[in-house]
């Protein structure tokens, strides 16, 4: 699977707008520096998995959901889309909650 680096900073750049973010204050509550962001946007070059995670952790949203465009996302099975819209929505004690009883009934996986 191909990852289009400045439709992933596009859909970074509309989440900031929505939250009324600046670069600085992104860079900020993601751990990153705002040179990362520049250099992204600038030499459009490819985001690290660390920038796609402190991002995604930052807005509050799953990494998958940066990197996958809407139609691609639309190939996700209904059950993924509702567990990441459902995730998103929660707490951070819920989501530590949740993933301590997923991990409960998956012990033997692991």
Known sequence: MYFNSEKIYQKVERLCFEKGWS??????????????????????????????????????????????QEEELGAIQAEHKELFTRWNGLTTEQKSSLMNMLRSFTRDIE
């Open 23 to 68: 670069l600085y204050r992104l860079a900020e509550l993601s751990n990153i520096s705002v040179n990362s962001l520049y250099s992204w946007r600038d030499r459009k070059s490819s985001p690290t998995l660390y920038l796609i995670e402190s991002i995604a952790k930052a807005f509050d949203v799953s990494p998958i959901s940066l990197l996958l």
